[in-house]
């Protein structure tokens, strides 16, 4: 098990996890910890990079997406928050503050990372322009209760 071997390898002590998630070149794995911090690890336990102040203690990470190439990171909260990274600078690139009293149940990057896709808990998927700090650009309204997941998409 490649999660088992990379917390049995971690060179720093390491908090409650809040959430976790691959990348999908399979080279590392983000960490979110209670203290807000994002730890990007490899398979050898070595932290590679992190991004502090993400959320704060009482919030919990709902789902976090990788755009192609690395280029964005999005973080949905469970208290309706989104957040998206700019991964060159590490820096908060825009965020969706409450976009509903419901958690973020899933989100995606279409490969051109040019769309954030944001499926909230209560039926509602929202698409949101990368380019223009986060424009919404379509909102769906009860499109399906429960959505856990989003596969990647074509513009």
């Given at each position: 098990?490649?999660?088992?071997?990379?917390?049995?390898?971690?060179?720093?002590?390491?908090?409650?996890?809040?959430?976790?998630?691959?990348?999908?070149?399979?080279?590392?794995?983000?960490?979110?910890?209670?203290?807000?911090l994002l730890r990007f690890v490899d398979f050898e336990?070595?932290?590679?990079?992190?991004?502090?102040?993400?959320?704060?203690?009482?919030?919990?990470?709902?789902?976090?997406?990788?755009?192609?190439?690395?280029?964005?990171?999005?973080?949905?909260?469970?208290?309706?928050?989104?957040?998206?990274?700019?991964?060159?600078?590490?820096?908060?690139?825009?965020?969706?503050?409450?976009?509903?009293?419901?958690?973020?149940?899933?989100?995606?990057?279409?490969?051109?990372?040019?769309?954030?896709?944001?499926?909230?808990?209560?039926?509602?998927?929202?698409?949101?322009?990368?380019?223009?700090?986060?424009?919404?650009?379509?909102?769906?309204?009860?499109?399906?209760?429960?959505?856990?997941?989003?596969?990647?998409?074509?513009?």
């Amino acid at each position: 098990n490649k999660l088992a071997f990379i917390f049995q390898n971690l060179t720093y002590p390491i908090e409650e996890i809040k959430g976790i998630v691959y990348s999908e070149d399979q080279k590392y794995v983000i960490i979110a910890t209670d203290s807000g911090l994002l730890r990007f690890v490899d398979f050898e336990g070595k932290e590679i990079h992190r991004i502090s102040g993400v959320y704060d203690g009482h919030v919990r990470v709902k789902s976090i997406a990788l755009s192609n190439e690395y280029k964005y990171m999005a973080v949905g909260l469970n208290e309706g928050t989104v957040k998206v990274y700019d991964l060159a600078t590490k820096q908060l690139k825009f965020q969706c503050q409450k976009l509903a009293d419901c958690i973020v149940s899933a989100l995606d990057i279409s490969l051109d990372n040019k769309i954030l896709a944001v499926a909230l808990g209560d039926g509602d998927l929202r698409l949101f322009d990368l380019q223009t700090d986060g424009l919404e650009i379509y909102y769906f309204e009860n499109v399906i209760k429960g959505i856990e997941c989003l596969c990647k998409f074509i513009q």
